[in-house]
């Protein structure tokens, strides 16, 4: 795993062995994982996953059980949150309706003793790196969803933390504004080169923005990655599943062959995946495979050789656009497919009923220890 | 056609001054009607037996005999301070019960301060005093612990006055402030803690603005119920009170001088008005969003 930075860059936050019980409910457990400086990392997993227990520790809200935090190169045990290097960006924004824009953005300064003048002049200074030049006179309610989210990141980095915490900010806006601020956050972090933390249960959100993510499930972390890692090798059938569309194939060992696992998955259907760890033969285990992974063809001869072919039913067209697909039965096991329709419109005359071949390459699809189902 | 329509809109119109009737009527019967007539008679003179003119004097005598405007003023001043005392008092309680305690518990609380209510003010009032007279309960326990040598009179003090009207007034300010208090979104004050803030400066800057229409609606109602106040004053500072309700007491019951009386009404009618007045102007707040908050 490697980050691409020089090794000189220390970690601007650094957590070892974090651990968080309420009651008898462990939400954070054993997490370790540091931040390179100027990067940016995110934190995926479901809701529940103790996600926002991690960051609001980092923040300084809650009091780890155990392991330490460090930012900066500093223990942060004890350091209460308005002591801490460190702003966050929270989920509705928390921006203070009794205050204008600019008393927003300077209200940190403000608590720093920053002088009047001083403060109003950096306000507006960072106001204008934000794209709101001149908004500083203005009620927070006067602004779109976009804008006031500018809000509360310029009041965040007018303070120059070390971190900053984004807790899911992108959440409450509507698809097409998430969209564009995913692009503008992206634009924001290089551009202020400060190192974020983001939280988010969404992987789209995750993949496009991270230089690095952590996918959280149950308090753990299943896997800690680049985007891409996380995408084409996924270390559990946990992270296989969550980040991006995956279809799974449960099945029975029937023998392995050096990295290649061969498969019953049921209805004489026999299929070949890649495994990274050795598997029982008659275990259980699971077949990944993307829907993009998988080629189309009218007739079985076509497929490249050396593939898994494999033939289905039509059930549904999908059309959307460069992401349209198709749900197909798969003959022998009964289990249902999707698999993405080529660019080229190719196979864009299909309908429900018809009868196709397809296949994939065994590299291309991976396989976890499962359960039987 | 159109008759019938007429007609319904005739009907609504009944159904409505009928739904509002028994409001109309107490709002006239028994609060214009009897201010009208003490309106009249505070603007009269007697100058012989059932013989009155028209005159100003009683409003004169008022500023004529400094008895009268001191006690006036006492009754203002004291009003305030226990409004205040009250505001100081109720607010952590608030804060308690509308951001720290959770469900039953926050519930629990409520009754607690609503337990005084069960009882008549003039039984709680009894129970200040057998607790503060100089044979009481609390003066007996600062003998006991040698802190004072011979038992002290807690009654009859201004001090005394003070304490039995916040008690009184407690629950008005309690449940406006926990309203207000409810609806501060915890994540502003975490953001204002996480940009720096410490308790002080989030208490003005956050919590303050965001309750000031709560604090107000309490201020004012508690502010109204005490200047008004006549049995608390009246049996805890005994004679000493000097509260300007038992003056207007004294005057249509003990003098018979209705007329005096009626216009010391309306000097406290003024008084309370001008003050509510001031206080909406100081703190920037509209009447309509307090009001909203009562």
Redesign the interface.
Same mark, same amino acid.
């Given at each position: 795993m490697s980050t691409g930075l020089p090794p000189a860059a220390a970690p601007d936050l650094e957590i070892s062995a974090v651990t968080k019980r309420f009651a008898a409910h462990v939400a954070v457990n054993e997490v370790s994982f540091s931040v390179a400086r100027g990067s940016f990392f995110s934190i995926l997993g479901p809701s529940g996953c103790g996600k926002t227990t991690l960051l609001r520790m980092i923040?300084g809200?809650i009091q780890p059980d155990g392991g330490t935090i460090a930012i900066g190169g500093r223990d942060m045990a004890s350091v209460?949150?308005? *002591?801490r290097p460190?702003? @966050?960006v929270?989920? =509705?924004l928390?921006l203070?309706? @009794?205050?204008s824009v600019g008393e927003n953005v300077a209200? #940190?300064l403000a $608590? $720093?003793g920053v002088a009047r003048a001083e403060r109003t002049r950096r306000a507006e200074a960072m106001l204008e790196r934000v794209g709101l030049a001149g908004a500083a006179g203005k009620r927070t309610d006067e602004l779109s969803g976009g804008q006031r989210q500018r809000v509360a990141i310029a009041?965040?980095m007018v303070?120059e933390p070390t971190l900053l915490l984004l807790d899911e900010p992108l959440g409450a806006l509507d698809l097409k504004l998430r969209e564009h601020m995913k692009v503008e956050l992206k634009q924001l972090q290089s551009a202020f080169g400060t190192t974020f933390v983001y939280i988010t249960h969404d992987q789209s959100e995750a993949l496009v923005l991270s230089d690095r993510v952590g996918v959280m499930n149950q308090g753990r972390f299943e896997q800690l990655g680049s985007p891409q890692e996380l995408y084409y090798s996924p270390a559990t059938s946990f992270v296989a599943g969550f980040v991006g569309a995956n279809n799974r194939v449960p099945g029975t060992v029937l023998g392995q062959d050096g990295a290649l696992v061969e498969l019953d998955a049921g209805g004489g259907l026999r299929l070949r995946a890649r495994s990274k760890g050795i598997l029982a033969r008659g275990a259980a285990a699971d077949a990944f495979i993307r829907p993009e992974a998988m080629t189309l063809a009218r007739s079985a001869a076509e497929l490249p050789p050396g593939q898994n072919a494999l033939s289905g039913e039509v059930t549904d067209m999908l059309f959307d656009g460069a992401n349209s697909v198709v749900l197909l039965r798969e003959l022998q096991s009964r289990r249902e497919l999707r698999i993405a329709l080529p660019q080229t419109g190719a196979f864009a005359d299909l309908s429900s009923g018809a009868r196709i071949s397809f296949g994939f390459d065994p590299e291309r699809a991976i396989c976890f220890p499962g359960a039987h189902g | 056609m159109a008759e019938t329509a007429a007609g319904a809109g005739w009907y609504r119109r009944l159904v409505l001054a009928l739904l509002l009737a028994p409001a109309l009527l107490w709002l006239f019967g028994l609060i214009i009607l009897p201010h009208l007539d003490l309106a009249v008679l505070s603007f009269r003179e007697r100058v012989a037996p059932r013989e009155y003119t028209a005159s100003l004097a009683q409003y004169r005598s008022f500023f004529g005999e400094p008895l009268y405007w001191h006690v006036f003023a006492r009754t203002a001043l004291l009003s305030a301070i226990a409004t205040l005392l009250t505001l100081l008092i109720a607010f952590p309680i608030a804060w308690i019960i509308a951001k720290l305690a959770r469900g039953r518990m926050s519930a629990l609380l409520f009754v607690v301060c609503l337990i005084p209510f069960w009882v008549s003010e003039t039984v709680r009032t009894l129970g200040w005093m057998i607790l503060l007279r100089e044979s009481g309960v609390l003066p007996a326990i600062l003998v006991h612990l040698g802190i004072t040598a011979q038992p002290v009179e807690l009654l009859y003090h201004d001090a005394t006055i003070l304490v039995g009207l916040v008690y009184t007034s407690l629950l008005f300010m309690v449940v406006p402030l926990v309203g207000s208090l409810e609806s501060l979104?915890n994540?502003?004050i975490?953001?204002?803690?996480?940009? #720096? #803030? *410490?308790g002080g400066?989030i208490l003005r800057?956050?919590v303050i603005? =965001?309750a000031a229409p709560g604090i107000t609606a309490g201020c004012i109602v508690v502010f109204m119920l005490t200047l008004g106040n006549y049995l608390t004053p009246t049996l805890l500072g005994g004679k000493n009170s000097l509260w300007f309700t038992e003056q207007i007491y004294t005057q249509f019951i003990t003098r018979f001088n209705w007329e005096q009386g009626a216009a010391f009404g309306f000097l406290l009618l003024a008084l309370s008005t001008a003050i509510v007045w001031l206080g909406l102007k100081v703190s920037g707040q509209r009447f309509s969003d307090v009001m909203r908050r009562v």
């Open positions: 923040a809200f209460p949150p308005n *002591k460190v702003n @966050m929270f989920q =509705h928390a203070f309706p @009794m205050m209200f #940190g $608590r $720093r009041r965040s303070l | 979104d994540s502003l975490e953001a204002a803690y996480d940009l #720096g #803030g *410490k400066s800057t956050i603005p =965001h």
